[in-house]
């Protein structure tokens, strides 16, 4: 379609700016997208153009209607683009949850899943939205709604909801369902997606603008879908590394959380754990009479190689370290006996001698906690300096300053939130261990 030229004057750049100042994760993320204005669509959306690089198109004649509503409006008296913030932090969420590129139900791009879409958003800013907006909660077809589901979720209520309306009313209209099949006692009367109007839904509408959602790029075998994901996951990480030193505003917890989790790349910390171990593994050569002696056979005794490995194991005292985490560990760190025998360091702030111990393949010994302190990587790292080991693997929340060089090869094993925020940086391997492999 055809741009058409914005009638009314409305300056998008400004309202992001102003994010800068209450809201530094998303103003990260906008300033790493590009925006253009266009009466071609009613209200606003974020999209991937053909080149594979992300634009938030935005109708401004709509934008200026709601600023002048939001300022009519007793509440947002003093804060009359407060809409419009919540309108760009709405878009800026479609990004964070991937729903442009990758996730929709098996029905395809529907007005139910548009909706779903919307309210698992709207349950994060629901006092920063337009009257139009769905809410989960809010008076209106949703108001039965729990906070805090997923998109998924919410698409199964509402469809639950719709078509047990349609059943206690008995034969529904003709038209098009959510499956895209048409006939007698469809959810919907006439054309289009057949939403009726007397099931979950209502009247209500999405409040931005989905189309074209999903197909960048499906031409040239999804080339650019792949291009445009890759740009988007690097922009939330770029966005979220400000946010960390400037603060990530009404984002929640466990927003935050999620927003790290997309941007960290999962490994395989067994295969990494094993590599690490194997590659600390020394030849250790001794007499064997039954290997030949190729410089003097039959006067001399044969030499074999025997690859072997002492490993330290600090492990992190404080309670920060889950009961789970640690199973999960030395689970692994038996089956990995026979490459290595590891030197087990209990510590917190220092190192008490009398508890430190050997690994050896078959001990299975029960672990439990030994100290109770705080934590110094100091003293373990100290304690390992001391001794003639092979490597060092240091099981940790990770939170506690930078600790002292160390002789051996270091490796640090921390949870899912030590391993995208820690203390201190290192250019040492990082690896987050989880209780489920």
Not at 254 to 267: A, L, N, Q, R, Y
Not at 337 to 345: C, I, L, M, N, R
Not at 426 to 432: D, G, I, R, S
Request: charged share 25%; glycine share 10%.
């Amino acid at each position: 379609m055809t741009a058409v030229a914005p009638k009314a004057t409305f300056d998008l750049n400004i309202h992001t700016h102003r994010l800068l100042s209450d809201e530094p994760f998303f103003a990260a993320l906008s300033r790493r997208i590009d925006k253009r204005a266009s009466t071609s669509i009613p209200t606003a959306g974020v999209m991937v153009t053909k080149e594979g690089r992300w634009e938030m198109v935005y109708n401004p004649e709509f934008f200026a209607k709601i600023t002048e509503e939001c300022g009519n409006t007793k509440e947002n008296a003093d804060n009359k683009y407060r809409w419009v913030r919540g309108i760009l932090m709405h878009e800026f969420y479609h990004l964070i949850y991937g729903h442009c590129t990758t996730r929709s139900p098996e029905g395809g791009m529907t007005k139910t899943w548009n909706i779903a879409m919307d309210l698992a958003i709207n349950t994060h800013i629901p006092d920063e939205l337009p009257p139009m907006a769905c809410i989960p909660g809010r008076p209106g077809p949703f108001v039965k709604l729990e906070s805090g589901l997923t998109a998924e979720a919410y698409y199964k209520l509402i469809v639950e909801e719709t078509e047990g309306k349609d059943s206690e009313q008995g034969q529904g209209g003709q038209g098009e369902g959510d499956d895209g099949q048409s006939g007698p006692g469809g959810p919907g009367e006439g054309e289009g997606e057949g939403e009726s109007s007397s099931g979950g839904m209502g009247d209500a509408e999405p409040l931005d603008d989905h189309s074209g959602w999903g197909e960048a790029g499906e031409g040239d075998e999804g080339t650019n879908q792949q291009i445009a994901q890759e740009r988007l996951k690097d922009m939330v990480k770029k966005a979220a590394e400000e946010a960390n030193s400037r603060g990530w505003g009404s984002v929640s917890a466990g927003m935050k959380k999620t927003i790290m989790e997309s941007i960290t790349t999962k490994v395989d910390w067994k295969k990494v754990l094993r590599s690490f171990v194997k590659a600390s593994q020394k030849a250790n050569r001794r007499s064997t009479v039954k290997r030949i002696n190729r410089r003097f056979p039959y006067i001399h005794a044969g030499k074999r190689a025997e690859r072997v490995a002492r490993v330290a194991v600090s492990i992190d005292q404080s309670g920060s370290v889950s009961d789970s985490m640690l199973a999960a560990f030395f689970s692994e760190l038996e089956a990995l006996s026979k490459y290595a025998e590891f030197v087990v360091v209990p510590f917190d702030t220092r190192v008490d001698e009398d508890l430190v111990f050997t690994w050896k393949k078959g001990q299975n010994r029960p672990w439990e906690r030994v100290m109770y302190g705080g934590t110094c990587f100091n003293a373990p790292t100290q304690y390992v300096n001391e001794q003639k080991l092979d490597g060092h693997i240091v099981l940790t929340d990770m939170c506690a300053p930078k600790p002292v060089p160390s002789k051996c090869k270091r490796m640090w094993m921390t949870d899912s939130y030590g391993a995208t925020q820690p203390y201190f940086k290192t250019h040492e391997k990082v690896l987050e261990i989880t209780a489920n492999g």
